[in-house]
Every structure is written in C-alpha cells, then in structure tokens.
C-alpha cells in the first residue's frame, strides 16, 4: 500500500524528514559545469523539496555521498591515534534504480570481500535510501540492458507527477515518521522499460580476450583522466594520503580519497615497477573488470548500466561501443 499526496504535503514529508536526516539527492549547481556558463548535476544536501533534479540524469553518481571522495579516517600525533568520528545525523539519499543497484556492488566490495571496511559500513549503517522513480530514459542509458532499471529492496519510493506525488514506505522508521500522511493508494511504480541503447553483454569471452588487437587503439585515444572512474557508481578504489599540519609536522591526519586504475601510477609498487603501463591495457582491465571479472566471482556483472562514463570522456571514447565488439568476439 503506497500513499498520493499533492504538492502541499509533498513540501510538508520534505521538511518532516530534515528533522530527522541529512537529506541529499541530484541537485543543480550552477555555473561549475567542465565548460563555461554551464550547470552540472550532482549529489550535495537539499535544502528544499524543489531543489530535487527528477527529470535529468545526475553527472556524477550517489556514491560521493556514502564513500566521501576524501575522507579522513583517522588523526595522529607522535604519541598516539583518534579514528575520526563518523557523521553527526542519519542521511537519506534520494537515487535512481540503477544507483539503488550500484549500492550492492558497494557493499559487496566493502563488507562481503574479505574483512570488512569500518568506515563504510559506519556510513552504511547509518543511511537510509528513497528510489526516485524514472519517467523515461536518460542519455546513453542502457540499464534495461543490465537488468538494473527495477528495483525492490529500497527504504522508499517516491515518484512525482502532474496530480502530486506517489509514495510507497518499505522502512519501518520512515513509517512512523510519514504514514499518517496523504490518502492510501496502490498504484503502478513508474520504472524505465525501454532505452534507446540496447547492449548485449558477452557471457562467453575467449580466455586470450585480454591479448586481443583491439585494445590497442584505447592506447593512443585515452588520456588517462579517470573521469569514467569518478562517475562511475560502482568503483571502488582508493589510495591513502598522510596529511602533516605545518604547525605541528609530527601531528596530522590521514585520508582516502578515490583514485583511478586509468591514470599514471595506480599500478606502481615497490622497487619502481608498474603494471598496465599502457592505456590500452587500463582499459582492458576496466572494461573485463565490469562485465566479466567480477561476475566470475559474485554472480552479476559489476556494471550498472547508469552511461555515464559514455557521457563524460573528453575523448569520446564509447564504453558501448567497447562492449559491443567484445560481444561479436565471444565464443571464437
């Protein structure tokens, strides 16, 4: 059973839930888009229920909310050691599908592969997540294509329209806060039933896929940015900064902060080695990485199909395009 409310007590479930959570979605910031004049879209705190972007794909994805791009995780003298303290109030994140599914990948990377991370599950714990239903598909979408356009496991579901707004409570602490509010309704979830771009993804790659000629052209086209990694909802990698206050050389902080398997150095280790010297070789590795590795090992491609590393190279370099010649190589 769901609820439809109108736009008074759209304004007024808005306000109730800044009592009790930090509240981010896709907002607009204007004028800090790559060129000039140009707004870009991305997570930060809502302050109303109208800065909340619905009818355009977000540029950068949720994650920089619960996996902050820098992060200090802990404080330091000569003598001994603080772990920073996590966030003050509960958050709430209002997402797409497709970021909704990208929330797995997260948490299988955090707390399933090995030990788990005690700062993301910190931030995990402490969040809760609203789906924010899609009218239609966004530029260079293909989340039918990977499954990830439907979800079901989400704390709420909120979709606006023309007579107001729809909203379903799967979170026993967002009912108690929201139920008493607006008229009982059963309706239809809007969801994304169609994209433009249709991707079929290989399911059966040659073992010497990674020695193949056409990687070779990324070698020249890529730059080596790491855009499509920061957009990218589903990864994961960070490196460690120690950061020593100019006041007190022997006291600091040390910090996370998101790094890129496409740029100069992720690959160094000891004794001046480095591997995946190449561009092309680091995008074989994102690519496989996001459509055949990690299925190998969790069941379900780690992509999501969200298009937004397809919409961020300055090169134009199509991750689509990518997907599709592997598909006409599988099973030779």
Known sequence: MG??????????????????????????????????????VRYGLLNSWEELVWD?????????VLFPVSETILYFTEDEMKTADGVARQRLI???SCDFHALKRLDEMYLKNGAEDYYYR????????AVMGCKESGKNCFCVSMGTN????????????????????RCRELEVLLWDYGQNAQEKLN????????????????????????????????????????????????????IFYKDNPKAGERRRVWASCQVDGYSDIAGGHSFRQSQGERMRFKVLHKVADYKKRFGYHMCVGCGRCENVCPEYI???ACLQKLKEKEGK
């Open 94 to 96: 209002f997402l797409k």
């Open 122 to 129: 910190r931030m995990r714990e402490n969040t809760v997540f």
């Open 150 to 169: 439907r979800c079901e496991e989400y704390d709420m579901y909120i979709f606006p329209d023309e007579k107001g707004c729809y909203m379903e409570l």
């Open 191 to 242: 969801f994304v039933e169609k994209n433009e771009i249709h991707v079929e993804i290989p399911e059966n790659l040659p073992d010497i896929i990674h020695q193949d000629s056409m990687w070779q052209e990324y070698g020249s086209r890529c730059i080596g940015c790491g855009r499509c990694n920061f957009v990218c909802p589903t990864c994961t990698c960070f490196t460690m900064q120690d």
């Open 3 to 40: 609820k439809r409310l109108n736009s008074d007590e759209m304004q007024t479930i808005f306000e109730i839930l800044q009592k009790s959570y930090d509240v981010y979605g896709p907002k607009i910031y204007q004028g800090t888009g790559c060129f000039s004049d140009t707004d870009i």
């Open 318 to 320: 199509s991750y689509v």
């Open 56 to 64: 355009q794909k977000s540029d950068y994805s949720f994650k920089e």
